[in-house]
C-alpha cells in the first residue's frame, strides 16, 4: 500500500520569502511522486513529477522538489513567495497503473 | 486543446434522492479516472476506466454508485440513493497511458451538496 504524509495542513510566508511545503511518501516498490496544485473552485493542475529520472525535479511557476530516497520526502520550495502562490498544495504518489493516492494538503497563504 | 470537461458544475439533492455527473476527457486520452475529494481531504480515487474497461473500482461503493465510459470516450458516475456523506467535490481526470509515470489532467469538478 502507499500513502503520503503532507505536514502542516496550513502555511503562510510573506511575500518574497521561502516557500517550503513538506511530503513524505511511503511505498513498497519505487515511486512516482507529484505536487498539483488547487486554486478556489478549479481542478488540480500539476506542478512536477518525479518519475526515477534526475532528484531535482523542476516545475512551473518557479517551484521545484527533491527526491530524497532515505528521508522518503519530496518536499517543494519556491525561492520566493508571490501572491498568485496562493492556493492549495497536493502530494501525490503514483500506483503501477497510474492510480493516484494523494496527501490531505497544504494551504498556502502569501501575506503582503 | 481542450481541458477535461464536467457537468453540472454544482448540484444540490435531497437525500435518497439520485444524481449524475457527466466527463468528457481531453481527445485521444485512453484513461479516464473519478476522484472524490471531501472538504479539507485530498482526493480519493473512486474508479479507473483504460478506454471502456474498468481498470480498478475497488473503492467505489458499489451499492449507491455506478459509473460507465461508453465507447470509450464520455463517462456518466452515478449516485443512488445518494446520503448526506457523498456531499463532496467529484473530479474527473484523463491521462494518455494509464501508467504510474503519467500525466493527469483534471476537470474543474463537480460540487454535491446533499441536504
Known amino acids: 500500500a502507499q500513502s503520503v504524509t503532507q505536514l502542516g495542513s496550513h502555511v503562510s510566508v510573506s511575500e518574497g520569502a521561502l516557500v517550503l511545503l513538506r511530503c513524505n511518501y511511503s511505498s513498497s516498490v519505487p515511486p512516482y511522486l507529484f505536487w498539483y496544485v488547487q486554486y478556489p473552485n478549479q481542478g488540480l493542475q500539476l506542478l512536477l513529477k518525479?518519475?526515477?529520472?534526475?532528484?531535482l525535479v523542476k516545475g512551473i511557476n518557479g517551484f521545484e522538489a527533491e527526491f530524497k530516497k532515505s528521508e522518503t520526502s519530496f518536499h517543494l520550495t519556491k525561492p520566493s513567495a508571490h501572491m498568485s502562490d496562493a492556493a492549495e498544495y497536493f502530494c501525490?504518489?503514483?500506483?503501477?497503473?497510474?492510480?493516484?493516492?494523494f496527501g490531505s494538503g497544504t494551504q498556502l497563504t502569501v501575506l503582503p | 486543446e481542450a481541458g477535461v470537461a464536467q457537468s453540472p458544475r454544482y448540484k444540490i439533492i435531497e437525500k435518497r434522492q439520485s444524481v449524475a455527473f457527466w466527463c468528457n476527457p481531453i481527445s485521444g486520452h485512453a484513461t479516464l479516472y473519478w476522484y472524490q475529494q471531501i472538504l479539507g481531504q485530498g482526493p480519493k480515487l473512486l474508479i479507473q476506466?483504460?478506454?471502456?474497461?474498468?481498470?480498478?473500482d475497488s473503492q467505489l461503493p458499489k451499492d449507491r454508485f455506478s459509473a460507465e465510459r461508453l465507447k470509450g470516450v464520455d463517462s456518466t458516475l452515478k449516485i443512488q440513493p445518494a446520503k448526506l456523506e457523498d456531499s463532496a467535490v467529484y473530479l474527473c481526470?484523463?491521462?494518455?497511458?494509464?501508467?504510474?509515470?503519467?500525466?493527469?489532467?483534471f476537470g474543474p469538478g463537480t460540487r454535491l451538496t446533499v441536504l
Open positions: 501525490a504518489v503514483s500506483g503501477s497503473r497510474g492510480q493516484l493516492t
Open positions: 481526470a484523463s491521462g494518455t497511458t494509464g501508467a504510474g509515470t503519467d500525466t493527469q489532467y
Open positions: 518525479y518519475t526515477s529520472a534526475a532528484t
Open positions: 476506466f483504460q478506454n471502456n474497461g474498468v481498470v480498478d
